[in-house]
């Protein structure tokens, strides 16, 4: 589970070199504005791009669709 912390948009807008180095190493930092939370910073998580199969342009494969399958899955598959 990832800590989180609460700062003021003041403290943000003084400490943002310090808040991201926090982020970066794994800390939700929650900024709120008269106490109303109203935005996060978590750390940046590169996308990678879904594959294309050639013959159906336009259909996006999501990157999951190559996770192995679960036990029982594969075993339904495989006719056991």
Partial sequence: ????????VHEAKTHLSKLLSRVEAGEEIVIARAGKPCARLVPYEERRPS???GLFRGI?????FFDPLPDDELAAWEGG
């Fill in 1 to 8: 589970m990832k800590s989180s912390s609460m700062v003021n």
């Fill in 60 to 64: 996006e494969v999501p990157p999951e």
């Fill in 51 to 53: 594959r294309r199969i």
